[in-house]
C-alpha cells in the first residue's frame, strides 16, 4: 500500500482506533479525552494517555500508538528510557538519544498496532512515526515549532516492532506531544 498520512478512509481510522484502545485498556493503562494548552496534542502521566479531542481523528490514533510507546519505556521495570540522564547542553547528544528514544516508541507503537489486529497499515505507520521523527528533530534544532505538513515523510523505511516487555504502570512525570 502507498502512504497514506494524512488520507487514511474514516472506515479504517475506526478500526485502527477501536483495536488499539481495546489493547492499551487491557494493558492497562487509562484512555481518555480532554482540552490540553496548545502546542500539547497529547500527554501521559504513566497511568493514562490524554488526547485533545480537538486534534483530526488521524492523529489522534497516532498519538495513542506514540504515546503507549512513550508509556511503555516509563513504566516498563526492564526499560530505561534512553533520554534518562542525558543533558540538552550538547545537542548532538541530546538529539542521537531524543532519536533513539522516539524511534524505540515509534517500535512499541508498532507492536501495539499489530498486537491489535492492524498489520496492513505498516507503510502508513513507518511515514507517521519519520514525520514525527523529522518534527522533532526540527524543533529542537531550530527552537520554533514547524507545521506539520512541512515534515510529512512518504516512503520511510520500514522499523521491526519491539516486544512489549512486562508494564507496571505508576505515576510518573507527564509529558506531551506537540
Known amino acids: 500500500m502507498n502512504s497514506t498520512v494524512g488520507k487514511l478512509e474514516a472506515g479504517t481510522l475506526v478500526r485502527?482506533?477501536?483495536?488499539?484502545?481495546?489493547?492499551?485498556?487491557?494493558l492497562?493503562?487509562?484512555?481518555?479525552?480532554?482540552m490540553l494548552e496548545r502546542p500539547k496534542?497529547?500527554?501521559?502521566?504513566g497511568l493514562k494517555i490524554t488526547i485533545d479531542p480537538a486534534v483530526d481523528f488521524e492523529m489522534q490514533?497516532?498519538?495513542?500508538?506514540?504515546?503507549?510507546g512513550h508509556s511503555?519505556?516509563?513504566?516498563?521495570?526492564?526499560?530505561?528510557?534512553?533520554?534518562?540522564g542525558v543533558s540538552d547542553k550538547d545537542l548532538k547528544v541530546y538529539l542521537d538519544a531524543l532519536e533513539q528514544y522516539e524511534r524505540n516508541a515509534a517500535r512499541f507503537g508498532l507492536q501495539l498496532l499489530h498486537e491489535a489486529g492492524v498489520t496492513d497499515l505498516d507503510p502508513w505507520y513507518f511515514?507517521?512515526?519519520?514525520?514525527?521523527?523529522?518534527?522533532?528533530?526540527?524543533?529542537?534544532r531550530t527552537g520554533t515549532i514547524p507545521r506539520w505538513e512541512t515534515c510529512v515523510v512518504r516512503g520511510a523505511k520500514p522499523?521491526?516492532?519491539?516486544?512489549?516487555?512486562?508494564?507496571e504502570p505508576r505515576l510518573v512525570e507527564v509529558r506531551y506531544a506537540f
Open 16 to 26: 485502527v482506533w477501536t483495536g488499539i484502545t481495546v489493547r492499551v485498556v487491557a
Open 41 to 45: 496534542l497529547g500527554i501521559f502521566d
Open 28 to 34: 492497562g493503562f487509562g484512555l481518555e479525552y480532554g
Open 72 to 84: 511503555v519505556q516509563w513504566v516498563a521495570p526492564s526499560y530505561r528510557p534512553e533520554i534518562v
Open 127 to 140: 511515514d507517521f512515526a519519520e514525520t514525527d521523527w523529522k518534527y522533532v528533530d526540527t524543533f529542537y
Open 61 to 68: 490514533c497516532f498519538l495513542v500508538l506514540h504515546l503507549f
Open 159 to 167: 522499523v521491526d516492532p519491539l516486544p512489549i516487555p512486562l508494564l
